[in-house]
């Protein structure tokens, strides 16, 4: 479920920026290659819908790490997120490799002390497997 969105989220970010060809997850390496996103799980949550369907939410959060000196890196930020952005409404349903479908409930845009995220929710609805049961191929009626 978790790999889905985080895959779903990979070619989404790869569709919008071409040119951003590094995306590292979870944990950024001591000196990584800029331009690059960084994507984190900021939540997950799963809720009953009935006995047989749940709903899956996952939010991503998604740091962009720009090659631009202090005085662009503003603009190269806003820049870079309003590609994601644009891609994310001209879309609203992404697919992960698997073929599970992801509707994108919501972008945010969180400001933080040194850089600027963009958290990302998508939802999806699952089906339970159902348990399997023999065919009955000869039944014997004794009397």
């Known amino acids: ?4 969105s985080l895959d779903a989220m990979s070619m989404l970010l790869t569709n919008a920026c071409p040119d951003v060809t590094q995306i590292y997850v979870f944990n950024l390496p ?14 997950s949550t799963n809720e009953d819908l009935s006995y047989k369907n749940y709903s899956s939410q996952t939010v991503w959060q998604i740091t962009y790490y720009s090659t631009q000196d202090a005085n662009s890196k503003g603009l190269d ?5 309003d590609q994601v952005r644009v891609k994310i409404m001209a879309d609203r349903l992404i697919t ?24 990302i929710t998508l939802q ?20």
């Open 1 to 4: 479920m978790l790999r889905s």
């Open 30 to 43: 001591d000196q990584p290659v800029q331009p690059s996103f960084l994507m984190q799980l900021y939540s």
């Open 77 to 81: 930020l806003v820049d870079r997120f």
């Open 96 to 119: 992960g490799p698997d073929g599970t479908q992801f509707h994108i409930l919501g972008v945010e845009t969180v400001l933080r002390e040194t850089d600027v995220v963009l958290r």
């Open 124 to 143: 999806t609805e699952y089906e339970r497997a159902s348990k399997q049961y023999e065919d009955v191929k000869h039944v014997s009626i004794h009397k």
